[in-house]
Nanobody, 123 residues
């Protein structure tokens, strides 16, 4: 099983980026997926999550209203649209999937992780 994240880069404050994470090796269409992020010198934290159908989404307070998580089950892919980016959004962003159908915001409850993609927001 492999999760391949891409789309990170350098952007100015106020700009936008779209991250993608494609899963291979098995389908996650019946399971929740999420994006976590880890800023320099800080612990990895939950950013956004989505249930299998895409009907329910969850966000950390710090990104609510600016980030949108979505998924295309036919492509086994989850996305994170990030708008109005701030310097404090600078982090390595990881996609994750779990083997249980219930949603979670705990990183220790996710079974599969992508390699991370770096997002740098300049002021």
């Amino acid at each position: 099983v492999q999760l391949q994240a891409c789309g990170g880069g350098l952007v100015q404050a106020g700009g936008s980026l779209r991250l993608s994470c494609a899963a291979s090796g098995r389908t996650f269409s019946n399971y929740p997926m999420a994006w976590f992020r880890q800023a320099p010198g800080k612990e990895r934290e939950f950013a956004a999550g989505i249930r299998w159908s895409g009907a329910y989404t969850y966000y950390a307070d710090s990104v609510k209203g600016r980030f949108t998580i979505s998924r295309t089950n036919a492509k086994n892919t989850v996305y994170l649209q990030m708008n109005s980016l701030k310097p404090e959004d600078t982090a390595v962003y990881y996609c994750a999937a779990r083997d249980k159908v219930t949603m979670s915001q705990r990183l220790d409850e996710y079974d599969y992780w992508g390699q991370g993609t770096l997002v740098t927001v300049s002021s």
